[in-house]
């Protein structure tokens, strides 16, 4: 994706982390990363791979990671209703979030946990969410979200289980979400900046928006869905149209058009520019658990939940991965004959591999 636009990246303005972000990106399973020499146990062929940067902004570095993640959350799953539920920061806060982006997106994850943490507890209710950050629109422009996973219910003062709703068609009033949310929000980026009270008086003028969908038709299906959002970067591979050597081209749904599917070109810089805002502060954690889904509960109280549903312990099995399959037969384990740095592969292999694969993972 970026293998053409590392020429002037210095010249933007990009802090040193998000520097070393983009070259990892730029490097990722090329020879400059090493890599190692594999063989196929069952159909004998021989390859050579270049490692992978395993960057998590990388766009070619989270299927797996993806799939792992799926495997896990369903480990967890209660027979019980799921929402999904949507927390949006206005664009208010969008120089505010460049500026201090650990801050402003700390305060997202806070605020939205307690804003449906108190309306649980207002029904008794101990409640739980999985919640993914993504700072990104489909432009590419800063459009700060969570995207959550929330069952419908909680553990009452009794310990035992309790749906918030008979019909389980919804969770809780919208509009008063986003009116508690907008408080909950300016109350603790307060704590977290000396925002002026402009500032605050101008986020208390806009419309924030929390968004719920009716449950879906399985735990299981909820938890697949939310599964692509956990891993996404701010662009994939595949909506890249065309680099050339003054633009890049890519595809994005225009939601104001109800998804119609339209092209954008943006000059290298500009690309870059709107990449790197997406870049996470090192260390930050954007997948966060919370309430009877955080490990805290899951240590103890969450096992009571699953004997209260009369559920099986969950068995513990190695993540479902690809990534040691054999390219060649589909079938076979790649065995690692040697590995390498970035001077190349061994010579001796050269002449003899059968396949030259620089998007494997190392």
């Known amino acids: 994706m970026l293998s053409r636009l590392g020429v002037g990246i210095e010249e933007l303005g990009l802090n040193g982390w998000q520097l070393r972000t983009l070259r990892a990106i730029y490097h990722c399973r090329t020879s400059v990363m090493g890599g190692h020499v594999d063989a196929c146990d069952a159909c004998g062929t021989i390859s ?35 929402f999904h539920v949507v927390f949006t920061l206005p664009d208010a806060v969008n120089g505010l979030a460049l500026a201090h982006p650990k801050e402003v997106y700390d305060s997202l994850f806070g605020s939205a946990w307690q804003t449906l943490a108190t ?15 993504h700072t990104w629109g489909q432009n590419l422009s800063l459009h700060p979200h969570l995207h959550c996973i929330v069952p419908g219910g909680g553990v009452n003062a009794k310990g035992n289980w309790q749906n918030l709703r008979a019909d389980g068609k919804f969770l809780f009033a919208v509009k008063a979400l986003s009116k508690v949310f907008r408080a909950k929000y300016i109350a603790e980026l307060s704590k977290q900046l000396a925002i002026d009270k402009a500032t605050r008086e101008a ?24 599964g692509r959002y956990t891993h996404k970067v ?5 909506r890249i149209q065309q680099v050339n050597e003054e633009s890049v081209r890519f595809s994005y749904k ?3 058009e109800n998804g119609l599917k339209k092209s954008i070109s943006l000059s290298h810089s ?23 889904l955080s490990s805290t509960w899951k240590r103890v109280k969450f096992k009571q939940l699953r004997a209260h549903f009369k559920l099986k312990p969950a068995e513990a099995s190695a ?39 620089p998007h494997s993972v190392g």
Not at 204 to 226: D, H, T
Not at 325 to 350: N, Q, S
Request: proline residues 6%; contains cysteine.
């Open 48 to 82: 050579i791979s270049y490692n992978s940067c395993r960057n998590r902004h990388c766009p070619k570095c989270q299927g797996h990671k993806r799939e792992e993640w799926i495997e896990a959350r369903e480990a967890d799953l209660l027979p019980v209703s799921y």
């Open 119 to 133: 309306f649980g507890r207002n029904k008794g209710l101990q409640m739980g969410m999985i919640s993914v950050l």
């Open 203 to 226: 986020l208390f003028k806009k419309n924030w928006i929390v968004y719920a969908k009716r449950p879906f038709g399985s735990p299981k299906s909820v938890v697949e869905y939310l």
């Open 234 to 238: 701010a662009i994939s591979n595949h």
């Open 254 to 256: 225009d939601y104001r």
């Open 270 to 292: 500009e690309f870059v520019r709107r990449f790197s805002q997406h870049i996470l502060p090192k260390r930050f954690v954007r997948i966060r658990h919370y309430g009877l």
């Open 319 to 357: 993540p479902k991965t690809l990534l040691r399959k054999c390219h060649c037969c589909g079938e076979g384990k790649l065995v690692t004959l040697a590995t390498f740095d970035g001077r190349g592969p061994p010579a001796e292999y050269m002449g003899v591999c059968q396949n030259l694969i």
